[in-house]
């Protein structure tokens, strides 16, 4: 059963504006959330992370969002480029363990 | 800064036949990690080693078997291959504390 869900599996969105890629979780013990990019051919790439007694962190461009009542995290990308175009896997961890969303394939539009 | 090497980067196994996929992590780090993707499904844990001399099963251990055989280098066995085990296998590496996961660029492998 899959711990951590990722319902869309794709999205496009114009240069510039805002990209908001969203995950979900069911297992309320997971205490730190990643996002990772990926590209074609290569491996995920850690973007930006959270524990889970924050609920924003923000990093240049990039914003996470977590909402534990809601057991919900979200990724937006403002503005949004081009080179953002990649497939976007959310990630929650429990101790050593990581457990992967089945990943977003996020296309920026020029 | 080489990070986290896999080899080889493409292998073609029939029915089977065995095969050890090869990971080696050059940045100090305790945690290694062995994944497979597969179409819709992300990437799911196969096995993992806490620390130099542990290991232990992740999601979807079963026809595999790791050796971590010392701090830098953690290895994947595939002992009789099956066409089910056709993915691409990610090795990862970590710091201490759920610090993010390092990854090499993948190994495509095919069981025909």
């Known amino acids: 059963d899959q711990q951590v869900k990722q319902n869309s599996p794709s999205l496009s969105v114009q240069e510039g504006r805002i990209s908001i890629l969203n995950c979900d979780y069911t297992?309320?013990?997971?205490?730190?959330f990643l996002w990772y990019k990926k590209y074609p051919a290569e491996g995920p790439t850690f973007l930006i992370s959270i524990s889970s007694i924050k609920d924003k962190n923000e990093d240049g461009r990039f914003t996470v969002f977590l909402n534990k009542s809601a057991k919900h995290l979200s990724l937006h990308i403002v503005p949004s480029q081009p080179g953002d175009s990649a497939v976007y896997f959310c990630a929650a961890s429990e101790i050593n363990q990581f457990y992967f969303g089945t990943g977003t394939s996020l296309t920026v539009i020029p | 800064n080489a990070g986290v090497t896999q080899t080889p980067k493409f292998q073609v196994l029939k029915t089977g036949q065995s095969m050890t996929l090869q990971c080696a992590q050059d940045m100090n780090h305790n945690s290694m990690y062995w994944y497979r993707q597969d179409p819709g499904m992300g990437l799911r844990l196969i096995y993992y080693s806490a620390s130099e001399g542990t290991t232990d099963k992740g999601e979807v251990p079963n026809g595999y078997n790791v050796s971590r055989l010392n701090k830098r280098e953690f290895s994947l066995r595939l002992e009789s291959a099956a066409p089910s085990q056709t993915s691409v296998y990610f090795c990862?590496?970590?710091?201490?504390?759920?610090?993010?996961?390092?990854f090499g660029d993948g190994t495509r492998l095919s069981i025909l």
């Open positions: 297992n309320s013990m997971f205490d730190y």
């Open positions: 990862a590496s970590s710091g201490l504390g759920g610090q993010p996961q390092h």
